[in-house]
């Protein structure tokens, strides 16, 4: 009999193997941008990581859910770590937040002292930014209700609005890579490319960070291994996907409607 409420976790590869991609996706993103327009090795990692991330958390939910290792004291620590790996990623936006507000409120002569830079077109906040903005709202307003459905045991109907929340984040996706083909400026064209397509760039890989979330909620849900009293998994990704809502939201407004 255990004297203490913590679960010892049993030998798992997951998390050496989950660090090895991760440093080797970023590496072939890296290499992506800067040396050669090549998407193989950024793709392989990056589809191995959601190989890896998929059997972890089917190794999490097997110990919730059929092996009874969760306490309420160990569903807290749970709860607590995972909003404070939300604020590290509210801190991660701040930094790039903070560099392009520095160079934006003060422009120097690399970008003809004035913001957006000489000779780059400016985008209409009111065409492409404006859609995502209204897709994304619509996204987190659907997770919500599917949330409040899943409470209510109306399990068909919290599929369905996951499902719809899922595919509207998938569009927004289409028309941010739409976007970024028609742009008239690239991540080379001064400071003012390099901030906006980082800032962009990262919102748009936290939002497939969210998708692939979401979709393992969707799959747990169909497949009825959420308890009646546990489902912690569904209002971690709630959280998380209503983290990328805001963000945007301050992305839009600071970079799209200001900046622009």
């Known amino acids: 009999m255990d004297n203490h409420f913590f679960h010892l976790v049993k030998y798992s590869p997951w998390p050496i193997l989950i660090a090895l991609n991760l440093i080797n996706t970023i590496m072939s993103l890296t290499k992506l941008i800067l040396v050669s327009p090549s998407l193989l090795f950024f793709f392989f990692f990056f589809f191995t990581t959601i190989m890896i991330m998929t059997q972890w958390w089917r190794d999490v939910i097997r110990e919730s859910l059929y092996e009874g290792s969760r306490s309420m004291k160990i569903n807290y620590m749970i709860s607590s770590g995972m909003i404070f790996f939300i604020v590290s990623e509210i801190w991660l936006f701040i930094s790039f937040f903070w560099m392009y507000f ?110 692939i979330f979401l979709i393992t909620m969707l799959k747990q849900l169909s497949m009825k291994t959420f308890s009646l009293v546990n489902f912690y998994g569904f209002e971690y990704s709630i959280w998380y996907w209503h983290f990328v809502d805001i963000v945007w939201l301050f992305l839009y407004l600071s970079v799209y409607w200001w900046g622009m």
Do not use: C, R
Not at 115 to 133: A, E, G, R
Not at 144 to 170: C, P, R, V
């Open 102 to 211: 520095y160079y934006s409120l003060s422009p120097d002569m690399t970008t003809g002292s004035i913001w957006p830079p000489y000779l780059i077109i400016q985008m209409s906040f009111m065409d492409i930014p404006l859609l995502n903005t209204l897709i994304l709202l619509m996204s987190g307003f659907l997770i919500t209700w599917a949330h409040y459905d899943l409470t209510m045991n109306n399990f068909k109907n919290s599929k369905t609005s996951l499902l719809m929340s899922i595919l509207l984040g998938t569009y927004f996706l289409t028309v941010q890579g739409y976007e970024y083909l028609n742009s008239n400026f690239s991540f080379n064209d001064s400071v003012f490319g390099n901030s906006f397509f980082i800032l962009t760039g990262f919102h748009g890989l936290h939002v497939m960070i969210g998708l």
